[in-house]
């Protein structure tokens, strides 16, 4: 889930290709909370804060790290920009997996560590003896990695 974005922006179109168009539409924080509410499946949430206060960015990371079931926050936007800052704001939301400024190195982390968590869940409904529901994480898992691949070939410069 995107929070704070809009469908034209690079994050959400980079995003949308990774995930072959499998992606919750951007949100606005109380849309977007409502929508929590109502569906415990969303596991992470990718927050675009460009133009938010740091207040309100706090605001928004207190908020949303307290559901239970958010397993993570990825943050596009300034980091801290101090060695102290950063582990000081780390330390205030151990949530966040990752925070930059780069929409493509946060759609590719995300991704990794999405394929990652599917390839773990697969594994363990194998072990459970689910193959069929093992078979859905793996594949999923798999697409994404297939979409990391179309990013790269797309950003890759051209040899001739």
């Not at 003896?129 to 078979?135: F, M, P, Q, S, V």
Request: aromatic share 8%; proline share 3%; net charge negative.
């Amino acid at each position: 889930m995107i929070l704070h974005s809009s469908h034209q922006s690079r994050l959400h179109s980079i995003l949308y290709d990774l995930t072959d168009g499998h992606l919750m539409p951007p949100s606005l924080a109380q849309e977007c909370f409502t929508t929590l509410q109502s569906s415990k499946q969303v596991k992470s949430i990718i927050f675009e804060i460009l133009n938010d206060s740091i207040d309100e960015r706090d605001r928004l990371l207190k908020d949303f790290s307290s559901i239970d079931y958010i397993e993570s926050v990825y943050l596009l936007g300034k980091p801290p920009e101090t060695r102290e800052l950063q582990h000081a704001f780390f330390t205030s939301f151990c949530k966040v997996s990752m925070f930059c400024d780069d929409e493509e190195q946060l759609a590719v982390r995300w991704a990794l560590d999405t394929a990652n968590e599917f390839r773990r869940l697969g594994g363990q409904c194998a072990d459970a003896g689910n193959i069929d529901l093992a078979r859905e994480h793996f594949q999923r898992g798999e697409k994404l990695y297939d979409g990391l691949a179309k990013l790269i070939d797309k950003t890759r410069p051209k040899m001739s």
